[in-house]
């Protein structure tokens, strides 16, 4: 965990890492009013505090590399030693350590940080490059599930069919990410393994799906061919029959009437990264659109940059947000759904239940009097996993009595 040193909006930096008057300035700097609170970027112990040439007072604090690794200097404070600190003290990201000043050589109140890569005294860095994808102070964290052990069978298996490519290699796998691809052209999961399955095609991806179905091409303890030397990093989604170049409404289209429900494959997509995740111990959580990712979790492609192949999927319109709602969703056996859920998604729910089902057999009208009740003996159906596996029935009632409405499971049986 990285954090910013001051709450957003606190500063403004007012000197980059780099050349600067005939010299070089080997830190950043955070121009805020004089007794600003700062805050710890990385948990760690204090290293020095107290008085240091050019910087009045200073604070260091080393992290071992469970902590981030590194070491990050504070500096210009008035006093160093205003909230207690002393050498050795344990700091936490985020906690907060002193006072932004104006001591030693400062034109103005600010806060001067300096990170060395390894530990005091080795290479120092862009402190804005090592800043680069930390949160600030009290911003809400995004949305994420960290799989623990034991849950792995909780989340179900999704695929639905296995079809093994000649095109992977083994060994050397190092799995940090679940990784999303598009397929920039109009085939279905079945075409599209077909294709992956010729030796001449020279790629693969670990699975492949669609609206219909979730396809096994290369097993997933060894490497498919899909993004250069991030093959062995990852596990390679393909969502078939998909371009980079949608917008986000495509993506979340349930219309069927363009041979696919866009929706839907988001949602069986959903399930692949929730069970990828459980299995492997990765948290639920989008990590991509920073450059190459620093922490285990699910990204694109293009997050990989010219190391993965120089990829630009699945694009910058991606629902990165619904994806990870939903997997996160799957992953808790769908029963934060309905915390989730706006009264007007229930309905749109509902409305696309209905909108499957109807067609011209005989049969289908029986699906939907299962799908409404539950079936003729209580439990033969077993819902919508979008709404918890619960019936339209069921879920109506549920949601119903979340937003307050009184006894609208009786109202319900009454009719
Ligand atoms: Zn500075
Ligand atoms: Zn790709």
């Given at each position: 965990m990285r954090l910013y040193p001051l709450r957003k909006g606190a500063y403004t930096v007012s000197s980059p890492f780099g050349a600067r008057e005939g010299g070089f300035h080997y830190g950043l700097d955070f121009a805020a009013k004089d007794g600003t609170p700062f805050y710890a970027c990385q948990s760690g112990t204090v290293q020095y505090i107290g008085k240091a040439d050019g910087y009045g007072e200073w604070i260091v604090v080393d992290s071992d590399d469970s902590e981030g690794g590194g070491c990050v200097e504070y500096g210009h404070m008035w006093?160093?030693?205003?909230?207690?600190?002393?050498?050795?003290?344990?700091?936490?990201?985020?906690?907060?350590?002193?006072?932004?000043?104006?001591?030693?050589?400062?034109?103005?109140?600010?806060?001067?940080?300096?990170?060395?890569?390894?530990?005091?005294?080795?290479?120092?860095?862009?402190?804005?490059?090592?800043?680069?994808?930390?949160?600030?102070?009290?911003?809400p964290e995004a949305p994420t599930a960290t799989p623990s052990k034991g849950t792995i069978m909780a989340v179900p298996n999704p695929v639905t069919r296995t079809q093994i490519s000649p095109n992977r290699h083994s060994g050397g796998r190092d799995v940090d990410w679940i990784v999303i691809h598009t397929q920039e052209g109009s085939g279905t999961a079945r075409s599209i393994t077909d294709y992956l399955c010729r030796p001449a095609a020279q790629v693969s991806y670990n699975a492949v799906c669609d609206d219909r179905e979730t396809v096994l091409v290369v097993p997933w303890d060894?490497?498919?061919?899909?993004?250069?030397?991030?093959?062995?990093?990852?596990?390679?989604?393909?969502?078939?029959?998909?371009?980079?170049?949608?917008?986000?409404?495509?993506?979340?289209?349930?219309d069927v009437s363009d041979g696919k429900n866009e929706d839907l494959q988001l949602t069986r997509t959903a399930a692949l990264v929730a069970w990828r995740c459980a299995v492997r111990n990765i948290p639920i959580r989008y990590v991509g659109g920073k450059g190459m990712p620093k922490t285990p979790g699910v990204c694109g492609h293009v997050d990989f940059g010219q190391w993965g192949g120089g990829h630009t999927d699945p694009g910058p319109n991606f629902p990165w947000d619904e994806l990870i709602r939903r997997a996160i969703s799957i992953y808790n056996g769908g029963k934060d759904w309905l915390a989730m859920a706006t009264m007007a998604e229930v309905e749109a729910l509902i409305y696309k239940c209905l909108k499957t089902y109807v067609g011209p057999i005989g049969s289908d009208v029986k699906d939907i009097r299962q799908q409404i009740t539950g079936g003729r003996d209580s439990g033969q159906y077993p819902g919508f996993e979008q709404g918890g596996s619960r019936t339209l029935y069921d879920l109506t009632a549920a949601v119903a009595e979340k937003q307050g409405v009184p006894n609208t499971r009786d109202t319900l049986e009454e009719k």
């Open positions: 006093d160093a030693f205003a909230t207690g600190l002393k050498v050795g003290s344990k700091v936490k990201a985020g906690q907060h350590i002193g006072y932004v000043g104006s001591n030693g050589g400062s034109t103005g109140p600010h806060l001067h940080i300096t990170v060395w890569e390894r530990g005091y005294g080795g290479k120092r860095i862009d402190p804005a490059g090592w800043l680069r994808g930390a949160g600030h102070l009290g911003e060894q490497n498919p061919w899909s993004a250069m030397n991030a093959n062995n990093r990852g596990d390679h989604i393909l969502m078939a029959g998909s371009f980079a170049s949608w917008s986000r409404n495509r993506w979340l289209s349930p």
